[in-house]
């Protein structure tokens, strides 16, 4: 009986055993040399938003959009002195660290807001009618 149990409790432990590796914490991924600081990423991202967006609103085929899109972001980093695996090695660390990425596209949605409203009109109250008098060729157009 004694070795019956044995050998159920050492059917029972040997799946927690070689499970338990998976429970160990990973290792924290290095900070890559050249990771771009945040607000240089927000501002990144945003341009590369606002430019994703110019190519899927182009109406050009999906190969030429993606050429398109392709080019203007190589001459986005090139303009901005980025490489890009340095962005890609930033991007992955960021995302690995999900508050800060969470962080950083809180400020990229903010940042395209502000751009979004600068566009846009100033927002005003109703028009009120004029009390001016129409000249008298404007007039007969309104009728």
Excluded at 36 to 62: C, F, G, T
Excluded at 75 to 80: H, P, S
Excluded at 84 to 103: M, T, V
Aim: charged share 25%; with cysteine; proline share 8%.
């Amino acid at each position: 009986m004694k070795t019956f149990c044995r050998r159920c409790l050492g059917l029972l432990l040997a799946p927690l055993l070689l499970a338990s590796p998976g429970c160990q914490r990973p290792e924290e991924p290095t900070k890559p040399a050249d990771l771009l600081p945040k607000d240089q990423m927000i501002r990144l991202l945003a341009d590369l938003h606002v430019l994703e967006a110019r190519v899927e609103n182009s109406r050009l085929p999906q190969d030429s959009a993606r050429a398109l899109y392709q080019a203007q972001h190589k001459a986005l980093l090139w303009n901005r002195e980025v490489t890009d695996s340095a962005f890609q090695r930033s991007y992955r660390y960021y995302g690995i660290h999900g508050k800060d990425l969470s962080e950083i596209y809180g400020a990229v949605i903010d940042t395209l807001n502000k751009r979004t409203e600068k566009l846009e009109p100033a927002k005003v109250g109703p028009v009120a009618p004029t009390t001016q008098a129409l000249p008298e060729n404007a007039a007969s157009l309104a009728k």
